[in-house]
């Protein structure tokens, strides 16, 4: 089975939709987000118009505040603290990675942990490794859907995640743990992936090494959840490929991701939903 991102993404937006209908008939403050950007990294570009255009359609006031690369990572707290005071902005999103004169870490902790719509804040994280309700990471979110929309019960599952970032594996490990999971993590210094692999129910693949995970390496009805957004160049011209050989793992696996059309469009899905969870929290 193919799993359909697009499609799943696409009936999230729709609820999100219709429920932002609802808050605007009743003529409540609109749900908003705003984005931060740092610089012109061009991948980053991309994504942050992706995420306005996203949360326009859906109904969500969003915003881009711009910033050149040399913005001083002193200027860039004080915009944060105002738009954490800030009563008509619910979400706030400072897009990564951030200029290396800037600690990514303090400007994290600086938004509001009610704001923080990526799920990045240590009280977010330390939430959701305690159990309590907490926004949580987009794309592992995005992945979980997809996970649970397969299968409703993961419990006793083998899960190898591949990847062990705080963007990603971490909070995956946390949201499969408490779908009781045997969670493993992998990462760049593990020994022969190959045969945790083999040993795997669920496959995530989150290293940004393309096409690393091979047919061969998997369990034969696992599912499969591809992160990886890599490009390679292929008979001359330039192809988006995942962390999974695609082609040789849809013959072995129940189920698999595929890249473009698996987890991505669910990452930005998840960031709208966030924004709308934010916005309840902070109104409740
Ligand atoms: N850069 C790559 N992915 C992300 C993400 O999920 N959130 C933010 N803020 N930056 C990113």
Redo the contacts with the bound molecule.
């Keep these: 089975m193919i799993i359909d991102g697009k499609k799943f993404a696409k009936s999230l937006r729709s609820k999100i939709k219709f429920e932002i209908i609802k808050i605007k008939k009743n003529k409540k403050p609109i749900p908003s987000l705003t984005v931060v950007l740092v610089g012109s990294y061009t991948p980053?570009a991309i994504?942050v118009k992706n995420k306005e255009l996203s949360a326009k359609e859906v109904g969500i006031n969003s915003s881009v505040l711009r910033f050149e690369s040399s913005i001083s990572e002193l200027k860039l707290i004080s915009v944060i603290k105002k738009l954490n005071q800030n009563p008509k902005v619910h979400g706030i999103?400072?897009?990564?990675?951030l200029p290396k004169h800037i600690n990514s870490n303090t400007i994290i902790e600086t938004i509001d942990p009610l704001k923080d719509v990526?799920g990045?804040h240590a009280m977010n994280v330390g939430n959701l490794s305690i159990g309590k309700d907490s926004l949580v990471?987009?794309?592992p979110l995005g992945c979980y859907l997809l996970l649970k929309s397969i299968k409703k019960k993961l419990v006793g599952m083998n899960a190898l995640i591949i990847g062990r970032s705080n963007?990603n594996g971490k909070p995956m490990t946390q949201l499969l743990l408490k779908e009781d999971c045997t969670v493993t993590i992998a990462h760049s210094k593990s020994k022969d992936l190959k045969n945790l692999c083999k040993k795997a129910d669920i496959v995530i693949a989150a290293v940004g090494r393309a096409q690393l995970v091979k047919g061969s390496w998997i369990k034969k009805g696992a599912i499969v959840i591809d992160v990886g957004i890599n490009r390679i160049d292929f008979n001359g011209k330039s192809k988006i490929v995942g962390d999974v050989d695609f082609e040789s793992t849809k013959k072995k696996a129940y189920a698999i991701t595929p890249v473009p059309g698996g987890v991505g469009p669910m990452?930005i899905a998840c960031?709208l939903n966030n924004t709308l969870k934010a916005y309840k929290n902070i109104n409740s």
């Design positions: 980053s994504y999103l400072v897009q990564l990675p990526d990045f990471p987009c794309t963007l990452t960031l």
